[in-house]
């Protein structure tokens, strides 16, 4: 009887895994296939599955992702295709934490700066706030190009997600109203499609 | 007869009370600083460090008296000098001049104890066209402690370029950062805030030479709001500049670029989106700055920025070059390229005045 019972489990084991390596690929094909933010929606049904297969083995999800940086003029914001695993965090935080990661890609320039940490993020009716410790604003170069592509990089990539219609930054908890006295941050941004052209 | 006597008491009680309610402040005021009085004039043609200048020296019964200079350098072409804790004594109110310098020296008590000397100089007023110093009493040539003013014939560093079409006009300039906010700072140190107060003076004289009235959210090395403002507070202040001036038509926002990657460069201009009236003068401005200063044209852009979004007047920020560019800090720091481009900026204004 035990057997029976340890055979069954091992199905139901083998069948969930199937289940996973299935919408692995399926998000992986549609990532590369249209390229934009469908992957976010498969990375949600992601972990529901994990939890019908709470008895087998905890595989990370892997989800493809894009992250903006700035090209090497400061004129325009690349795309950066990542896949990331996401470790029992939030994809937004995981999309995030790829973007402080930074970039070696030629033509990218990294323009947050290095010591920057995320803090959390959050996404309620549609609006993503993002909590950067003060490192954000202590070593930025500044500059109205340079404002212009730190803030567009965070805003892209957390809109990227089909549901995050703005974005709200904020340093040790407290609203920004400017980084370097240029934009005004006091409001949540929009997606900033222009530096994307 | 009674009730005159009566009335007259009345009056005298109450003057008496009066003057017993005024008197000890004005005893408190006399103790902490004395009054200076005026007792001294004279007004010759001299040579100063190998200049011919006129030296008009006014000097008062004591020393150590706190004066501040102001100018109207280009309509007025007025030299003021501001006397705290002074009354003008013995001196007339106004006395005429060597012509060829200036016309008049007019003294006034303005308020209480504050006197004003202003002459009425021939030339524009501006720095290198004269000098104010405090000279101590010199008992051999019996002359007080004195103020000492020389108003030079030829000289200063003021810019003779005059554009056409924006006379008239009121026109509002903000030298981007300063104070406690130095803005960006180039690879050999030049700051944001000195480029842009520099320009911004350069583009206050050509527009005032031309006719127009300027206001500029600051004129020195300052913050606009004070120190430790937050960034709303500060760029509000600037933005209330122009608000508070009746008549202003015009904001425009002189800044540097800076970015992460030095190889980033050129110029571009900036105004917020949805407004016909900004995206003109943005794209005036952008055109001179090209032909002007030669850099890499980055474009017109629409930008979520502050002082343009709040500004209820047609408003531009202006990125003259990147200070973060060692070829560009380099320009950025030299006074004739700061000169050009002030030139550049003041002829796309006049194109937005008269329309072409």
């Known amino acids: 009887m035990k057997k029976y019972v340890r055979y069954a489990m091992l199905g139901l084991a083998i069948f969930a895994l199937a289940l996973l390596a299935g919408c692995g690929s399926e998000t992986a094909g549609k990532g590369t296939a249209d390229g934009s933010s469908s992957s976010a929606i498969q990375a949600e049904s992601a972990p529901a599955a994990t939890s019908s297969s709470q008895g087998a083995e905890k595989k990370p999800q892997k989800l493809t992702i894009k992250v903006y940086y700035p090209d090497e003029q400061g004129m325009k914001l690349i795309a950066d295709k990542r896949t990331v695993t996401l470790d029992g965090q939030e994809k937004y935080t995981a999309a995030m934490e790829s973007l402080l990661e930074g970039t070696k890609e030629k033509g990218q320039t990294n323009i947050i700066p290095k010591q920057t940490k995320l803090r959390s993020v959050k996404v309620e009716n549609g609006t993503a706030t993002v909590d950067f410790t003060g490192d954000l604003r202590k070593d930025f170069v500044g500059g109205s190009t340079g404002e212009t592509m730190l803030v567009g990089s965070v805003v892209d990539t957390l809109t990227e997600f089909p549901e995050v219609k703005k974005v709200q930054i904020l340093i040790d908890g407290k609203k920004v109203e400017s980084l370097s006295g240029h934009m005004d941050l006091s409001q949540p941004m929009g997606r900033m499609a222009d530096l994307l052209k | 007869m009674f009730s005159k006597i009566c009335r ?21 005021a006399a103790r902490r600083e004395a009054v200076h009085r005026l007792n001294y004039f004279q007004s010759y043609e001299t040579e100063v460090d190998g200049r011919q200048a006129l030296r008009i020296e006014v000097g008062m019964d004591r020393d150590n008296v706190t004066y501040d200079v102001t100018t109207r350098p280009y309509l007025e072409k007025q030299l003021i000098i501001d006397l705290s804790n002074t009354e003008p004594g013995k001196l007339k109110p106004d006395y005429t001049l060597l012509a060829k310098y200036a016309k008049h020296l007019h003294i006034r008590e303005l308020e209480a104890r504050h006197t004003q000397i202003r002459i009425d100089c021939k030339n524009p007023v501006v720095d290198g066209s004269y000098a104010v110093h405090a000279e101590p009493a010199d008992r051999k040539a019996k002359k007080p402690y004195r103020l000492v003013i020389d108003i030079f014939a030829t000289g200063g560093t003021a810019s003779s370029s005059r554009v056409a079409g924006v006379s008239g006009h009121s026109v509002v300039i903000d030298p981007g950062h300063g104070g406690s906010d130095t803005g960006a700072v180039g690879p050999t140190g030049v700051t944001e805030a000195s480029v842009t107060l ?38 509000q202040a600037r933005v209330n500049v122009g608000e508070y001036t009746p008549g202003a038509e015009l904001f425009v926002s002189i800044h540097c670029n800076a ?98």
């Open chain 2, 259 to 356: 970015f992460s990657n030095p190889a980033s460069h050129g110029m571009e201009t900036y105004y917020y989106a949805g407004s016909p009236r900004g995206e003109r003068i943005a794209t005036l401005v952008n055109e001179e700055l090209e032909k002007a200063g030669g850099l890499f044209n980055r474009g017109v852009k629409t930008a979520n920025f502050y002082v343009i979004k709040h500004s209820s007047m047609p408003a531009t920020l202006a990125e003259l070059a990147f200070i973060t560019n060692a070829h560009e800090e380099q320009l950025l720091s030299n006074a004739q390229y700061q000169m050009k481009l002030a030139e550049a900026i003041a002829r796309a204004i006049g194109r937005y005045f008269s329309g072409n």
């Open chain 2, 198 to 235: 520099a320009v911004s003076k350069d583009l206050q004289s050509i527009l005032e030479n031309s006719g127009a009235r300027v206001t500029m959210t600051r004129n020195k090395d300052v913050d606009v709001y004070g120190p430790n403002a937050s960034d709303r507070q500060e760029l």
């Open chain 2, 8 to 28: 007259g008491a009345a009056m005298l009680l109450m003057l008496l009370a009066c003057a017993a309610a005024i008197l000890p402040q004005n005893g408190e």
